[in-house]
């Protein structure tokens, strides 16, 4: 597609219950990334694929927190056993193969997760 | 420990008044540094980014920003704001060898008409 595109844009839910959170990146794009900010921070790095592959996990909180990408394109954040302190914006990007000299990211407008 | 840090939580400026939002940045290597502009429901867009070369690099939307080594800064600026400019500004650090973007807690800038 032209953008990065996220759903659902807003999702609220119960503590305990289990979200999944939907990213479909650019066209071409193959690496994707999560991101997730909280309010009032900046964006801090969760996960990052290249291909199917999860290339680098080490942003993920605890192990609640799952992503899978399993062909290479659209991609799912899994959060099993909701808290509230979970609560936040959720925000892919995606990336041509990144040339580490030169890695622009671009974002899609996010999932906004309310835990209650 | 890496950081991106900008000091100025919020500011406000008047219709056509100059801006400059500031970002300073600690990194062990190379930077290559961004700015992004977040407004509300909206995603992250790029503003500009410098990798190398010329330190002042210009942007869309009129901004520019540039680089001082010596400050480790990377400050955004704007000879005239307009009232469409008021939004979340963050700034964004990585280097080579690594795909993380380390950002800042962003600046919120309102516009007085």
């Known amino acids: 597609g032209a953008g990065v595109s996220q759903t659902p844009s807003n999702k609220v839910t119960e503590k305990g219950k289990y979200v999944e959170l939907r990213c479909d990146p650019i066209s071409g794009h193959t690496a994707l990334y999560w991101y997730r900010q909280s309010l009032g921070q900046g964006p801090e790095f969760l996960i990052y694929f290249q291909g199917t592959g999860a290339a680098d996990d080490s942003g993920l909180p605890n192990d609640r927190f799952f992503a899978v990408r399993p062909e290479g394109s659209v991609s799912t954040l899994k959060i099993q056993r909701t808290e509230r302190g979970d609560s936040a914006v959720y925000l892919c990007?995606?990336?041509?193969?990144?040339?580490?000299?030169?890695?622009?990211?671009?974002f899609g407008a996010g999932s906004r997760l309310t835990v209650l | 420990a890496q950081s991106v840090t900008q000091p100025d939580i919020h500011i406000t400026v008047s219709e056509g008044a100059s801006l400059e939002l500031r970002c300073n940045y600690s990194y062990g290597a190379t930077p290559y540094l961004f700015w992004y502009v977040q407004s509300p429901g909206q995603g992250l867009q790029l503003l500009l980014k410098?990798?190398?070369?010329?330190?002042l690099v210009q942007g869309i939307k009129g901004f520019e920003a540039e680089f001082k080594r010596s400050q480790s800064s990377f400050n955004l600026r704007k000879p005239s704001v307009h009232w469409s400019d008021a939004a979340e500004y963050f700034c964004?650090?990585?280097?080579?060898?690594?795909?993380?973007?380390?950002f800042g807690t962003g600046t919120r800038l309102k516009v007085l008409a």
């Open positions: 990007a995606s990336s041509l193969i990144p040339d580490l000299g030169a890695n622009v990211l671009t």
């Open positions: 964004a650090c990585t280097t080579s060898g690594t795909y993380k973007y380390i």
């Open positions: 410098y990798f190398s070369g010329d330190t």
